[in-house]
């Protein structure tokens, strides 16, 4: 999608028509003007006009509702992106690169593409910059994901199976990522095809699977139809963590050993490489090992894992971007709005504002004159704004994380702006009205 002559003059076109079409109405009412009214309206106009229901103040309030729905708006969204992004993942997302290797279009299969794995594992360790490396077949917010169902020993289930997330990783993951081992070991270079079949799991299958007791020493075997794969002894417990997405519960998840295989080698990694400075200097190093060891691989495409985890908040970014430029937009429309329909107000009242300050009013009793006219209009626009994105709030529950819809401190601050920039510009007139020359105003007359 692009921007063309076409969509240009479409919009060119839209805006003229609504120029035109709300010009019509003052135009066709001034036409149908009647004496006796008019000087009905002149003598309204010194004893307190300002208290009228016009059109235009219709039209203001309007704007005001319209400006705080979309503020409202603006701020939940803003607050949804800042808590997605703000998410604890369960270890640090600093310095970390993703690099996804093919082996299979490369033509290793098996044990040919484990074992370039543990070569390619051993030259990046030995990059100067490289603080860790390891890899997984899914990845860390990239890749595939993958999950089965398994029988597990000691634990029941009340109908079907018991299901959970799995993964194939290689030695020292959870210590290369900087993810603490809470009960066990982790997975390390001695679980080999030829030991035994070993993995671990995380902290909601613990909970789920082996409420109040210890998961360690019993077995899980894969129910997959056609499986091969042997039972698997749990050696550890990991915490939570969140390695596909950021909203949601984490779910149950195990880890075993891409030296042993679910059901066969896996033919892909995706190594996750931690430095100790910016990843930029070792990507070089990363492109010359793999052409020296493996010329027939793909050309790598690392990525940090900064870059990919905010890949996954694009829509809630945009959103909030569009959502707070739109609410500005309507915001600096409704001060415009009630700017002229204020400045318009103290030009029609300016021999009535002349008698007040004649017979002794004060410049701030004048000004909180047009001030409360600002205040009653705001607050009944206010409150239909309010309603509104209450009613509303359902059509976008599905979009927020970690805020209300009707979250009291967004719609406060809302509130807030929307008071301090409509005062603002109704101070221009209401102190033009102030310094009204009462010789000069009634002479107006």
Not at 260 to 286: C, H, K, W, Y
Not at 296 to 319: F, K, M, N, Y
Not at 353 to 370: C, D, E, H, Q
């Amino acid at each position: 999608v692009h921007t063309d002559a076409r969509i240009l003059a479409f919009t060119a076109a839209l805006a003229i028509l609504t120029g035109v079409l709300f010009g019509l109405a003052p135009a066709f009412r001034a036409t149908r003007v009647d004496v006796a009214p008019v000087l009905k309206d002149n003598s309204r106009g010194v004893t307190g006009g300002g208290s009228r229901i016009t059109a235009g103040k219709l039209l203001v309030v309007a704007q005001i509702a319209i400006s705080l729905l979309l503020l409202i708006g603006a701020g939940l969204f803003v607050r949804t992106l800042r808590n997605l992004q703000r998410v604890e993942l369960g270890y640090s997302t600093g310095n970390l690169i993703v690099v996804p290797i093919d082996a299979l279009t490369a033509g290793y299969k098996e044990q040919a593409g484990i074992d370039l794995f543990t070569r390619l594992l051993d030259e990046f360790r030995s990059i100067p910059g490289v603080r860790s490396a390891t890899y997984s077949q899914n990845g860390l917010f990239a890749g595939s994901e993958c999950g089965t169902q398994l029988d597990i020993e000691g634990y029941k289930p009340a109908k079907g199976n018991a299901g959970a997330r799995c993964d194939q990783v290689g030695p020292d993951y959870f210590s290369s990522l900087g993810v603490p081992i809470l009960r066990g070991r982790e997975i390390s270079r001695q679980d080999t095809a030829s030991s035994t079949p070993v993995c671990v799991i995380n902290e909601a299958m613990a909970k789920e699977f082996f409420a109040g007791r210890n998961p360690l020493g019993n077995h899980i075997r894969d129910l997959f139809p056609g499986s091969k794969a042997p039972p698997f002894e749990i050696v550890g417990v990991v915490p939570n963590l969140r390695d596909h997405n950021l909203r949601g519960d984490i779910r149950s998840r195990f880890y075993i050993p891409a030296t042993q295989g679910l059901d066969g080698l896996t033919p892909f990694a995706n190594f996750e490489i931690r430095t100790f400075a910016s990843p930029s200097g070792v990507i070089a190093a990363m492109r010359q090992k793999v052409r020296s060891l493996a010329p027939s691989l793909a050309a790598l495409e690392p990525r940090t894992l900064t870059e990919l985890v905010g890949q996954r908040v694009t829509q809630e970014r945009i959103i909030a971007q569009l959502s707070s430029f739109f609410g500005v937009l309507a915001l600096l429309l409704a001060a415009i709005g009630l700017y002229g329909v204020l400045a318009y107000a103290v030009e029609r009242r300016t021999s009535e504002i002349g008698i007040r300050m004649a017979v002794g009013a004060k410049p701030g009793s004048v000004v909180w004159l047009i001030l409360r006219e600002t205040l009653i209009l705001l607050a009944i626009g206010a409150a239909i704004g309010a309603g509104a994105a209450m009613a509303l709030a359902r059509i976008v529950a599905a979009s927020m994380y970690g805020v209300s819809t009707a979250d009291p401190l967004t719609i406060a601050v809302a509130a807030a702006t929307l008071t301090v920039v409509a005062l603002a510009a109704a101070s221009i007139p209401a102190l033009r009205a102030s310094r009204i020359d009462p010789i000069v105003a009634l002479r107006v007359e």
